[in-house]
């Protein structure tokens, strides 16, 4: 147990120290802009690209594991739309962000940082490759729906090429893809470049998440709405189980990529889902709720997750 509790508890202390400076500092949340700059563009892309670019190319092309990863999170996404959509007879804008509010998870600033702290290196690969392929679907599921909903503005072709373009200059994608022709080439970088990229990674997942926890801080959570039950019950408890049970289904991977998808598939709900909600003025208050709430019970959830991984409690294959 106290294994587990000096690797949880760094990881959540930095989310809880950002929480924290930002509740005594007052600062706006403006303040935090350039620090979300290193982190998106600088930091986390630094990450992946080193960590990728080191990996053997036959690595990066595990097409049923991204296949596994990718269907159990639409699943989520589609059962909470559904649901949303049938209980609001139609409304299809705030089916969405409800629909993203349980499926999309923090990947990019949690999921790092805590696969990195509890895998170790090896679950850099498989966290880089769910990143990128959630993101695309995640990128085509909001301006598609919302188009249907009447919220985006423009032709089918304004749509499509608004998507191409967040997917194909999304900062982290770059990176991986730069990673991947890295890995492919056999490139090593000169020595002066590696070690600032050294540099870049190891201050990715300690800025990320006390930028997390000052984010948190400065949306206050002022009720809990029902309708948010159903959404932390999908991306805290069904989801992971959900994505272990597809990973065991589609083939036998090496365990500590299982065990990263898993953990990936228990974080709470991304921050992008604000983002998206209020580009598009639709369940703005409740997606910010959305995220402080799975967020808060993650601490749960993601800490019972990880004592079932490190006590071997939970096989890396449930079909061996």
């Known amino acids: 147990m106290s294994d587990l509790i000096s690797l949880v508890f760094p990881f959540f202390g930095l989310i809880f120290l950002g929480f924290l400076v930002a509740r005594l500092t007052r600062q706006p949340l403006e303040a935090l802009g350039w620090m979300n700059v290193f982190i998106i563009y600088v930091a986390l892309p630094a990450l992946f690209f080193q960590l990728l670019s080191r990996t053997p190319i036959e690595k990066l092309t595990e097409w049923g594991y991204i296949f596994a990863s990718v269907f159990s999170t639409f699943i989520i996404f589609c059962v909470m739309f559904l649901g949303s959509f049938i209980a609001a007879r139609g409304e299809i804008a705030e089916s969405t962000i409800k629909g993203l509010a349980a499926a999309y998870g923090n990947i990019g600033y949690m999921g790092p940082g805590l696969a990195l702290l509890a895998l170790g290196e090896k679950a850099a690969v498989p966290v880089a490759l769910i990143f990128c392929f959630e993101n695309i679907m995640h990128f085509a599921i909001a301006p598609t729906m919302m188009a249907l909903a009447g919220g985006e503005r423009g032709g089918f ?113 991304a921050t992008n889902v604000f983002v998206i909600a209020q580009q598009y003025g639709v369940w703005v208050q409740r997606a910010s709720a959305s995220i402080l709430l799975t967020t808060v019970l993650s601490v749960g959830t993601v800490t019972g997750l990880l004592y079932l991984i490190r006590s071997g409690a939970l096989p890396p294959d449930l079909f061996p």
Not at 184 to 211: G, K, N, T
Not at 213 to 222: F, I
Not at 238 to 266: E, K, R
Request: proline share 9%; hydrophobic share 60%; net charge positive.
């Open 157 to 269: 072709g304004k749509i499509a090429v608004g998507i191409a373009r967040k997917i194909v200059l999304h900062p982290f994608i770059i990176a991986t893809a730069a990673g991947v022709i890295a890995a492919y080439f056999r490139f090593e970088p000169p020595l002066a470049l590696d070690r600032l990229l050294a540099m870049l990674a190891q201050a990715a997942a300690p800025c990320a998440l006390f930028a997390m926890g000052v984010t948190l801080a400065l949306r206050p959570l002022k009720r809990v709405p029902a309708e948010l039950g159903p959404i932390a019950a999908l991306k805290l408890i069904v989801h992971p189980i959900l994505c272990y049970i597809a990973m065991s289904l589609i083939g036998n991977f090496d365990p500590v990529w299982v065990y990263a998808a898993v953990l990936l598939a228990g974080l709470p709900t």
